[in-house]
């Protein structure tokens, strides 16, 4: 049976982890911020929906760990040479797998000045362009 106080400790942690406020979590997973609101205050308890929704965003969270706390958090340590040069930055309303902007970390770092353009790409076939 899951615990609830023990899975809303695990909510904090992931949005502690990736450092998302409560706001910023439920719109990476797509959905409402009350959702977020009402489970983390204890009204709520989660549905499958939304706990499969945190697992398929984010690839570090297993099902075990989330609704029972076995194995542990973050399941992959960072601590290679390849995802210290290279980190994908989502955009906070789409799920990574529809778009992500990849960043090499051994160039030299960049000021927004230096940046001409970003385009974003949607599975759909749309894009956004910012200048």
């Known amino acids: 049976m899951l615990n609830q106080e023990n899975f809303i400790q695990r909510m904090y942690k ?8 409560a706001a910023t979590f439920s719109d990476e997973i797509n959905v409402q911020r ?3 609101s009402h489970l983390l205050s204890g009204r709520n308890k989660p549905s499958l929906e939304f706990v499969l929704k945190i697992v398929d965003h984010y690839e570090e969270v297993t099902l ?10 973050p399941t992959s340590q960072k601590n290679n040479a390849k995802d210290q040069e290279e980190k994908i ?6 799920n990574r797998k ?3 902007l990849l960043i090499d970390k051994s160039q030299k770092k960049t000021t927004p000045s230096e940046i001409e353009r970003i ?13």
């Open 119 to 131: 385009v974003v790409f949607y599975q759909n076939g749309t894009f956004k362009e910012y200048s």
């Open 89 to 94: 930055i989502s955009s906070p309303t789409q």
């Open 64 to 73: 075990d760990w989330l609704l029972y706390g076995r194995n542990s958090f």
């Open 34 to 36: 009350s959702s977020i």
């Open 14 to 21: 992931i949005m502690e982890h990736y450092n998302l406020s």
């Open 98 to 100: 529809d778009t992500a």
